[in-house]
């Protein structure tokens, strides 16, 4: 089964340190994955894909397929990090799974 | 470029109402979702379409349906509204099938 696993739905940390926002995903082919983030009182939008192998906002996520996970990290965390976070995989055609998101607060 | 507008941004409904939720996207997009987001929940695909003219069903259609005339808009309707739809409807577009979607700011229903 397709599924996408965000296990936690709140993750708390001071500013300035790491953070780590897991992601397990279940798919039999070929992966695309993504990372949107939802800040307060906006829409939600794309952080990055793990095709682009990108850093965006500092964050960076490796595709680790034997592990089948997406895991989202950033080294220091800053107060405006604050947010929803959700991790989805594309599964063919139309198929968009998301996790069910983490809520991250970045505390003082 | 106002990307995906929804209207109206919150609604409550009486059990047996009828309501459309409406979406533009200014993007020239293709593909438009809507999705509905319970709580504590990931987003569930309700209907999603790949050019005017075009619908196909998502994960959750029951008790929906879409309409799409034009590339800028594809609306969702609600027939007989149920409590079971109490929940945050976003619609979204994309260029291509798998790639990046853009986002609505959402629009909070209630059916009591």
């Known amino acids: 089964a397709q599924r996408v696993t965000q296990p936690e739905k709140l993750l708390s940390v001071f500013k300035g340190a790491p953070v780590e926002l897991k992601c397990n995903y279940s798919?039999?082919?070929?992966?695309?994955l993504f990372w949107y983030v939802q800040y307060s009182r906006q829409r939600l939008q794309l952080l990055l894909r793990?095709?682009s192998r990108e850093s965006i906002k500092g964050f960076t996520a490796d595709l680790n397929k034997g592990e089948t996970s997406f895991h989202l990290k950033k080294p220091f965390a800053q107060e405006e990090d604050s947010a929803m976070y959700y991790c989805?995989?594309?599964?063919?055609?139309?198929?968009?799974?998301f996790g069910t998101g983490t809520r991250l607060k970045v505390l003082a | 470029n106002a990307g995906v507008t929804q209207t109206p941004k919150f609604r409550i409904l009486k059990i047996g109402q009828s309501m459309t939720l409406q979406c533009t996207q200014d993007?020239?997009?293709?593909?438009m979702y809507w999705y509905r987001q319970d709580p504590g929940m990931g987003l569930k695909l309700i209907y999603y379409?790949?050019?005017?003219?075009?619908?196909d069903k998502g994960e959750v259609p029951n008790g929906y349906n879409v309409s799409r005339s034009t590339t800028e808009d594809f609306p969702l309707r609600l027939e007989l509204a149920a409590p079971s739809q109490t929940s945050v409807y976003f619609c979204?577009?994309?260029?291509?099938?798998?790639?990046?979607?853009?986002f609505g700011d959402g629009t909070r229903l209630s059916i009591l």
């Open positions: 993007m020239n997009h293709n593909y």
């Open positions: 379409s790949v050019g005017a003219g075009i619908t």
């Open positions: 793990h095709i």
């Open positions: 798919y039999s082919g070929s992966p695309e």
């Open positions: 989805a995989l594309g599964a063919g055609t139309y198929k968009y799974i």
């Open positions: 979204a577009s994309s260029y291509g099938q798998a790639g990046a979607k853009h």
